[in-house]
């Protein structure tokens, strides 16, 4: 049985999701399988008005995926089938969440991090967070959903500067760009969160699920469309021979020579 690494607490009316795989809470198979769970359970819950997510500790948010899976995925077809189709889905799930969702990041926001935290309605950002899409790095890209959720938020130029280069900005760049929505003191966000959230559960649920779907209207190609091309590429990236020689890279610290 795989160890318990998504936490939940329901109070007040509205519920959080921690999650809590030390010591960096990467994106493993078990947490995307358990986030799946719990969010498919929130879904159902009358009780619950309104969600935030958040990271375990004080280092990460979410420091991206668990890399040692990724050694598994060379070959045509294994990506998708052992991580990112199901991925997608589960991510897709919480952008799709009926209810209000708030991001509350704590640490570092890193690769499939990011990609959570945008899913979000709402993302409060501590000063001292770094948020960055770093996959190039591996030979690869962000893979579900780090481009175009991420292009939605800030803009087409300022993505490709994200993903192209894999380097990390400041919350307070995040914050001038648009990608998080309020920048507070280190120690913070889970509370500012919960403020939020606290106003969102009193307010009128119908009203605001309405409000959310609406919004969501805004962006003319469906998120299914998008997630079909992506997955079509990040196929022949991950059984390419950067994808290979970043990730062995990694793992064995070193830099990674891309032919």
């Not at 939020?196 to 609406?214: D, F, W």
Request: hydrophobic share 45%; glycine share 8%.
């Amino acid at each position: 049985m795989d160890a318990k690494v998504i936490e939940l607490e329901i109070s007040d009316g509205y519920a959080v999701i921690v999650l809590n795989n030390p010591p960096m809470n990467v994106v493993s198979a078990p947490l995307t399988r358990q986030l799946y769970e719990t969010l498919k359970a929130l879904e159902r819950a009358d009780s619950v008005r309104a969600l935030i997510l958040t990271g375990a500790g004080a280092r990460a948010f979410c420091a991206g995926s668990d890399i040692t899976e990724l050694t598994q995925m060379f070959e045509p077809g294994a990506a998708l089938e052992k991580k990112l189709i199901f991925q997608n889905k589960v991510f897709e799930q919480l952008r799709s969440f009926p209810k209000p969702t708030i991001a509350a990041l704590n640490g570092y926001v890193y690769g499939g991090g990011l990609e959570i935290a945008v899913c979000c309605d709402l993302i409060v950002a501590e000063a001292q967070v770094k948020l960055c899409l770093p996959e190039i790095k591996l030979g690869v890209f962000p893979s579900s959903g780090g481009t175009y959720r991420v292009a939605r938020r800030i803009g087409e130029a300022r993505a490709k500067e994200m993903v192209f280069l894999g380097e990390p900005i400041t919350a307070a760049q995040a914050l001038a760009w648009g990608l998080v929505n309020r920048v507070v003191d280190q120690g913070t966000a889970l509370a500012s969160a919960r403020e939020i959230a606290q106003k969102l559960s009193r307010g009128p649920a119908l009203a605001l699920q309405a409000a959310k779907a609406t919004i969501q209207l805004a962006f003319e190609r469906s998120d299914a469309e998008a997630v079909g091309e992506s997955l079509k590429a990040s196929d022949r990236v991950f059984s390419s021979a950067d994808a290979k020689e970043g990730i062995s890279a990694f793992l064995e610290k070193r830099s990674a020579n891309f032919a």
